[in-house]
C-alpha cells in the first residue's frame, strides 16, 4: 500500500503503522542518556498518534519510546518515511542511532544501512517537552497545543542502488501541456541514465543516454492530452518515470498562478479566495488525524463555499494536500513559526532550523497543484530591522527551489511591517472587533470596514499598491452553545454577527483579494496561566467547535460565501 504521492510502484513499501510497543520514560531524565536496551516496553500505542492525547499520559511532558519490528531484505538498503513527527525525535535501528530530529510536522527521510538479518527492530524516543536550543522551531508561548508522539504515517522502502528521488514538474505552458521536469538522482548515480517516461495512460517515450548534472536530469515534456487544473475543474495528470533500477510516480496539475494590482490569478483569471485557517487538531487526537477527518474537515469547507484553506501554522499532512489536489482548494502552506521576536532572528540556531524546514516544506509540496502560497514566519516581529535578514533569506531559499508560487508571509504589522518588498502578496492578519483598539466602543464589529480600508491606504502610501492584499485572519471567539440576546462577546450570536459583516466586505470589495478566516474550528491551546483569554484552554474562534459541530456563524458564513458563483461546488 502507497502512501500520499509520490509513489514508488517498484519499491518494496510498508506501512509501519498500527499499534506499537510504548513505554513512558519520565518527566525528568535526559532522553540522550537513555539506554535504549534497558527499555521494558509493557504498554502499547497507536502510531500515528499522539501519546500526550492517551488518558494515561493527557497533558504529559517527558520522554516517550515506542518500538515495533520489520522484515527487510538481508543486505539491502533501505529507507524510513516518517510523515510527520512530534517536538524531538531520536531514532534507532538495530539498537543504533541513525538520527535525531527536531522538525515537528515535517516529512522526514532516513536512510538505513543494509543489515545481515531480516528481523529488524525500530526504536523512537519521543521527547514533548520545550527546550529552545533543542526544539528551536516550537515554543511554549504559540497559541495552540504542541503535542508528542508520532503525528503521521510511518513507512519503510527497500532502496535500489540508483534512486529516482523526486520528478518536480514546473508547468511552461498550461493549455499546451509543456512541463520541465527536474528528476533528482541519488545513490550511485551514473553520469548519464536512459529514462523511460509515460503520462497517465499515453504511450512511453524513451529518453535514452540523458546528461545527469548534480545528481539531476532536465527534461523539456509535453503533457498529452493536457487538461488544466483550477478549483472548478481539479483536473490532475501522473508522470510515471523508470530507470533501470527504480520508478517513480509523480501526481501534478497544469495551472498557473500569478498575481494582478488586486487580485490572485489562477491560469490568468482573478479568483477571489474565500476560506479558512486551519489547524490540524482533534481533542482525541491532536495533529494525528485520521483519514475519516481529513475527508470530513473538506467536506465542511466544501459546504462551506470555501476555495481556499491557510494551513496553519506548520507543514501540511502530504494526505490532505493530496485530497486539496483532488477537490480544487487552493492552498496556503507554511513553515512552523508564531510571534517570534528578534531573540530569535537573532539566533543561528533558530534561523538555520527555520531555512531548513522551510525548504523541507517547498521540496516535500512542489508537484501539489492546490499550494498556490509559500509562507512562513506567522506574526513574526516583521516591524523590527533584527527581522530583514531571516525573512530575506526565507524569501531567497524558497525562490530559489520553486519560482513558480506566490511567496508571503502573515503579517500583524500591516501598518509597519518592515519586509513586504520581499513577497508577492501581502498577507495581513487582523483582530478589529474582537482585539477591539477601543475597549469601550459598544459596536465593536463596526471596527472592521475602518481597519481593513486603513491596511489598504498605509500599503498605497508606502507604494505597495501593487501587491494584492489577502486578509490572512480576522475573526472573533465564541464557546459552543452559548447563546445571549446582548450578542457578548463569546456568544454564538457575536460570533455569526461579526462573520457575517467581514464575509460581506471581503467577498465584494474589489481591493481585497481574499480571506482565511481565523479559524476553521476550535483548537486546544496553552495550558498554563497564558490561557486566561483562552476560555476552557481553547483558541475559541472556530465557526465549528471542536469536535466539529457548526456553530451559529456557519450559516451566516455559508450564506454569503456560497452567494453567486461558487467554485468549491460540483
Ligand atoms: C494570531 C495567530 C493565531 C491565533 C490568533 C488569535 O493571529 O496567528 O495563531 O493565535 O492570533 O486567536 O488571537
Known amino acids: 500500500m502507497q502512501n500520499a504521492y509520490p509513489h514508488f510502484p517498484t519499491r518494496n513499501v510498508q506501512l509501519l503503522d498500527g499499534i506499537w510497543d510504548f513505554a513512558f520514560l519520565g518527566k525528568d531524565g535526559d532522553p540522550r542518556e537513555v539506554n535504549i536496551d534497558s527499555i521494558e516496553f509493557r504498554e502499547r500505542a497507536p502510531v500515528p498518534g499522539c501519546f500526550d492525547t492517551l488518558p494515561l499520559y493527557a497533558g504529559v511532558r517527558g520522554t516517550a519510546a515506542y518500538r515495533t519490528r520489520l522484515t527487510t531484505p538481508v543486505g539491502k538498503a533501505g529507507r524510513l518515511v516518517f510523515y510527520g513527527l512530534g517536538m524531538w525525535t531520536r531514532i534507532f535501528v538495530d ?11 515535517s516529512k522526514i527521510d532516513v536512510d538505513v544501512p543494509p543489515a545481515e538479518t531480516s528481523e529488524r527492530t525500530l526504536i523512537l524516543l519521543c521527547d514533548n517537552r520545550f527546550d529552545k536550543d533543542r526544539v528551536p522551531l516550537q515554543e511554549q508561548f504559540f497559541d ?36 520541465r521536469v527536474a528528476v533528482r538522482l541519488s545513490g550511485a548515480v551514473p553520469k548519464q541514465i536512459d529514462l523511460s517516461v509515460r503520462f497517465d495512460s499515453a504511450p512511453v517515450q524513451e529518453f535514452c543516454a540523458q546528461t545527469v548534472l548534480e545528481n539531476t536530469v532536465e527534461l523539456a515534456l509535453q503533457v498529452p492530452n493536457p487538461q488544466m487544473w483550477s478549483p472548478q475543474h481539479p483536473h490532475l495528470h501522473i508522470l510515471h518515470i523508470c530507470s533501470a533500477d527504480d520508478a517513480i510516480s509523480e501526481r501534478f496539475g497544469l495551472r498557473t498562478i500569478t498575481t494582478t494590482e488586486h487580485a490572485v490569478c489562477i491560469n490568468g483569471s482573478p479568483l477571489k479566495l474565500l476560506g479558512y485557517c486551519r489547524h490540524e487538531a482533534h481533542p482525541q487526537y491532536g495533529p494525528a488525524l485520521p483519514l475519516q477527518q481529513l475527508v470530513a474537515d473538506l467536506e465542511y469547507l466544501r459546504d462551506l463555499g470555501c476555495n481556499f484553506i491557510r494551513g496553519s501554522h506548520y507543514p501540511q499532512d502530504p494526505r490532505f494536500l493530496d485530497l486539496c489536489d483532488e477537490m480544487g482548494f487552493v492552498v496556503f502552506e507554511e513553515s512552523l513559526g ?12 533558530f534561523k538555520e532550523a527555520q531555512v531548513r524546514q522551510t525548504e523541507a516544506m517547498v521540496r516535500k509540496s512542489f508537484n ?32 530559489a527551489l520553486d519560482s513558480s508560487r506566490l511567496v508571503t508571509y502573515a503579517t500583524m504589522h500591516p ?40 491596511i489598504a491606504a498605509s500599503l498605497q502610501e508606502r507604494g505597495l499598491a501593487g501587491k ?16 445571549d440576546p446582548l450578542q457578548a462577546h463569546w456568544s454564538e450570536e457575536y460570533q455569526a454577527r461579526f462573520l457575517e459583516h467581514v464575509c460581506c466586505e471581503v467577498k465584494y470589495n474589489d481591493t481585497i ?4 478566516l481565523w479559524q476553521f474550528c476550535d483548537c486546544r491551546t496553552y495550558a498554563s496561566a497564558m490561557a486566561l483569554g483562552r476560555p476552557r484552554g481553547f483558541n475559541n474562534k472556530g465557526t465549528l467547535d471542536e469536535y466539529r459541530r457548526p456553530k451559529l456563524a456557519y450559516e451566516a458564513v455559508r450564506n454569503i460565501f456560497q452567494e453567486g458563483e461558487n467554485p468549491a461546488s460540483r
Not at 503521521?152 to 527497500?158: A, T
Open 338 to 349: 508564531w510571534g517570534q521576536k528578534p531573540a530569535h532572528f537573532t539566533n543561528p540556531i
Open 368 to 399: 501539489h497543484p492546490c499550494v498556490c502560497f509559500w509562507g512562513f514566519l506567522n506574526e513574526g516581529a516583521s516591524n523590527t530591522p533584527e527581522s530583514r535578514d531571516i525573512y530575506a533569506r526565507l524569501a531567497s531559499c524558497i525562490r
Open 468 to 483: 494584492p492584499l489577502l486578509i490572512t485572519e480576522i475573526g472573533a471567539g465564541a464557546i459552543y452553545g452559548w447563546r
Open 415 to 454: 501598518f509597519d511591517d518592515m519586509n513586504l518588498d520581499l513577497v508577492d502578496v501581502v498577507s495581513a492578519n487582523t483582530y478589529p472587533g474582537w482585539y477591539a483598539s477601543n475597549r469601550e466602543t459598544v459596536a465593536p464589529v463596526d471596527e472592521v470596514i475602518p481597519r481593513l480600508e486603513a
Open 144 to 179: 495552540f497545543y504542541a503535542y508528542g508522539g508520532i503525528f503521521r504515517s510511518v513507512e519503510w522502502q527497500d532502496l535500489p542502488a540508483c534512486r529516482i528521488e523526486r520528478a518536480e514538474v514546473t508547468v511552461v505552458d498550461p493549455a499546451a501541456g509543456s512541463v
Open 513 to 516: 483579494a481574499g480571506v482565511a
Open 95 to 105: 539498537g543504533c542511532l541513525i538520527a535525531e530530529t527536531a522538525m515537528p510536522y
